[in-house]
């Protein structure tokens, strides 16, 4: 009970009592207020740290989000500037296609070169192609460089071309200026020859060689290459006349795929002149 009395006086004391160092308040409430304010510090600091913590984390993951998401489109941004600087690329040569397909007295359908197969045995190219867009067996396939090959499979929506190069392929050539004959043979790797050509013509390197159109599948006068060297055959009477064809037939990516000659004219008929030969 002493001690009740005690305690009790002294929060009594404690009550009646002001403080003048804290602006007279009573010393009840400034000791209540010194056994609070560390736990209340405490607490704050607590409260106040996991409010940072938790603000910090949505601010990362919504900082994350954002980054991904900038990313994806950066990633998207570069894709689309490859496709516009391989479409810018290829503008010059489907020019170039344009105008030579005008110029042309043939019938003739563009074609994309969708896959290739190049080995000892095949020089094959594939197009986008086929019988849907009027395309058919033996068809002559060129560039504005000239010759590429002939249509040697064709399906619905595409089509398979045996190139020059092909150890299989052959076709009518005209040489120089005289028009010497020959018939010109793969030799595979982008390669091609034309042998027995008789001793005794005319040819010399730098000779340009053009197809004669008596094969019936490529029309006359049309671009093959040009004479390289020319070497004597073991019999003696015949020479064998390489050359490097016109069409870079590694680096195709456009073609185009003869249809049909056009009619010949009727004043064209009359001088005795082929449409070949205008």
């Given at each position: 009970?002493?001690?009740?009395l005690v305690v009790g006086q002294f929060f009594l004391l404690g009550y009646q009592v002001r403080s003048p160092q804290a602006g007279g308040v009573r010393l009840i409430r400034l000791w209540t207020l010194k056994a609070v304010l560390p736990a209340e510090r405490l607490s704050e600091g607590v409260f106040g740290g996991v409010r940072s913590w938790f603000g910090d984390?949505?601010?990362?993951?919504?900082?994350?989000?954002?980054?991904?998401?900038?990313?994806?489109?950066?990633g998207r941004l570069e894709l689309q500037n490859q496709q516009l600087r391989e479409a810018a690329r290829e503008v010059p040569e489907l020019t170039s296609l344009l105008g030579f397909q005008r110029g042309l007295t043939l019938h003739t359908v563009a074609a994309q070169v969708i896959g290739s197969s190049s080995s000892t045995d095949a020089q094959l190219l594939y197009l986008d192609r086929g019988a849907d867009s009027g395309l058919r067996l033996n068809m002559a396939?060129?560039?504005?460089?000239?010759?590429?090959?002939?249509?040697?499979?064709v399906l619905g929506n595409a089509s398979q071309v045996l190139l020059l190069s092909d150890p299989e392929s052959g076709a009518g050539v005209l040489i120089g200026s005289r028009g010497i004959h020959g018939i010109l043979h793969g030799l595979g790797a982008g390669r091609s020859e034309i042998p027995r050509v008789l001793k005794d013509e005319p040819v010399a390197v730098g000779d340009a060689v053009v197809t004669s159109g008596e094969?019936?599948?490529y029309p006359k006068g049309l671009n093959v290459g040009t004479v390289t060297a020319v070497g004597a055959s073991h019999d003696g009477v015949f020479k064998t006349v390489s050359?490097?064809?016109?069409?870079?037939?590694?680096?195709?990516?456009?073609?185009?795929?003869?249809?049909?000659?056009?009619p010949v004219a009727a004043e064209t008929q009359d001088s005795g002149l082929t449409a070949a030969d205008v």
């Open positions: 009970m002493l001690a009740a984390y949505v601010t990362l993951r919504h900082a994350r989000g954002e980054n991904e998401a900038l990313r994806a489109e950066v396939v060129l560039t504005p460089e000239g010759v590429v090959g002939k249509l040697t499979q094969d019936q599948v050359l490097r064809l016109a069409a870079n037939l590694g680096r195709l990516e456009q073609v185009l795929v003869v249809t049909a000659e056009l």
